[in-house]
């Protein structure tokens, strides 16, 4: 993240697999993302991530929630099955960069590339994450999990792999114009992750949205110095989540 306190500048590219269930409830889709933003202090904007242990919270309040986001140019993503990935930014949905398709385009060890040669420029890879198998908690559709902020959050796994497993939870609250995400990464051997309600009360209440993946990151660095987080996350369980 950009410029901390005095604004925000920064961006995101990433890829998402997402394999839920089975037999004819089996969801299966691969999702590609990417945004891009570049606030000064005097539009408003109030976004904060503050490290916590194995935590991260990012709050965004403000006018940052409604604000465009930057056209960069074509966004190219390449690896797995299948030609490259070219996305644009969607003028309809704040300039957000998004694709998806049925199916994994994804597997475990694949090389995902990134790139882009507009206004920000930048090239970067990482490999794909193995999946986790979660079991504990259990996702029911159509039923939200709770989550109470003043009790550790604890979530069990299992699956074998060098890459962390994230737990990651999203609330937004578009009438007061807030967001706010927790994301806790865990060394994936232990086959447990726990998220301390010390951590959970700096997120607000409300529904919200639960994942449990398998991740790998790294930064990268475009033009003028923005920094750009690119994300692989192998998607497992995935749920509507009301948090107290």
Known sequence: MGRGTGGYRGGNVGVTAVSIGTGSTAFVESFESASFADYPASWGVSI????????????????????????????????????????????TARNAYSNMQPGLRFALGDLVTAMASGSIAFAGNLTFPAAVTVTSPTATPGTPIAISRTTDF????????????????????????????L??????????????????????????????????????????????????????????????
């Open 183 to 244: 994301l806790c990464t865990f060394d994936r051997t232990t086959g447990i992750g726990v998220v301390p309600a010390t951590t959970l009360g700096m997120i607000d209440a409300g529904a919200g949205q639960l994942a449990v993946v398998g991740v790998n990151t790294t930064r990268l660095t475009g033009t003028g110095n923005m920094p750009i987080e690119m994300t692989a996350r192998n998607t497992t369980l995935a749920s509507t989540a009301q948090v107290n």
């Open 48 to 91: 904060s991530d503050t490290a916590i242990g194995a935590c991260r919270v990012i709050r965004v309040a403000g006018t940052g929630t409604t604000l465009p986001l930057l056209d960069v140019g074509p966004v190219t993503l390449s690896g797995g099955t299948g030609s490259a990935i070219v996305m644009t930014a969607n003028a």
């Open 154 to 181: 604890t979530v069990r796994w299992t699956g074998t792999g060098a890459d962390p497993v994230a737990v990651i939870l999203t609330v937004s609250n578009r009438t007061a114009g807030t967001s706010s995400q």
